[in-house]
């Protein structure tokens, strides 16, 4: 039983790096970082690749698995979602000025689950439950980049830049997309696993969620991070 429990502790600890490190290290980078062996930490890889709990790429870099992502998103419930959220969306929305909406992944496209107004006199409209196309608003691109199992394996260079940037700078940006005239700006929130479970958003006039030379505005990222990670450490993720 000892030797169980270890193994156990020891795959928890693989999962835990390979969570944060976005699908960037290879076994041995994952053996120094959790203090084991090569040989052991290949083992242990090699049987959560079995159970589809990890992915490996071409490359030889590990990311979470389909199994896992199943098995977190099981227990998520929405409303637990939204309810954890809404303090910090409407915080958000009242700082940025911006329209919020928190999102999860659903099937090819983006389902939004809760959606705050922008804190003006304009006319709008809720969108809970409105499905958008993922590779068209910046909550798609960060809920397509940190989705365990989707791989950028395969697609085309571009594409494979794209969700590489997104996964290393930690948020999305989109000018235009669905909405023309629009901008957005997106990060991903984690659940108690590590996993991204959904992503948080602002969008509004591109003039505002943009410069002069259309990058979005550091303030703007700064509090769509913040916000993410606060929702984040709700949902019981301690990264």
Known sequence: MPGSV????????????????????GVTDI????????????????????????EQDREGHYSLGPGLL???AGHLDVNE???RASNWTDALASRSGQAVRLATLDGEQVR?????????DSAQVLDVGTVLP???TALGAVLVAFAPHRSVRGDVDARR????????????VLDGGHEPGTAGLAAPVRGSTGLVVAALGISGPAET????????RPLLVSMVLESAQAISRELGWHG
């Open 6 to 25: 270890q193994s156990v502790e020891r795959a928890a600890a693989i999962l835990q790096v390979v969570a944060g490190s976005g699908g960037t290290l």
């Open 81 to 83: 979602l939204r309810s």
């Open 112 to 120: 939004v689950v809760h959606h705050v107004f922008r804190p003006d």
């Open 134 to 136: 993922a590779d068209r």
């Open 161 to 172: 830049a794209d969700v590489a940037t997104v996964r290393a700078r930690g948020w999305a």
């Open 70 to 72: 199943r098995l977190g």
């Open 209 to 216: 969620v943009l410069d002069r030379r259309h990058r979005p």
């Open 31 to 54: 053996a120094v970082a959790v203090g084991l062996p090569k040989t052991t930490a290949h083992s242990l890889l090699r049987t959560l690749l079995g159970v589809r709990f990890v």
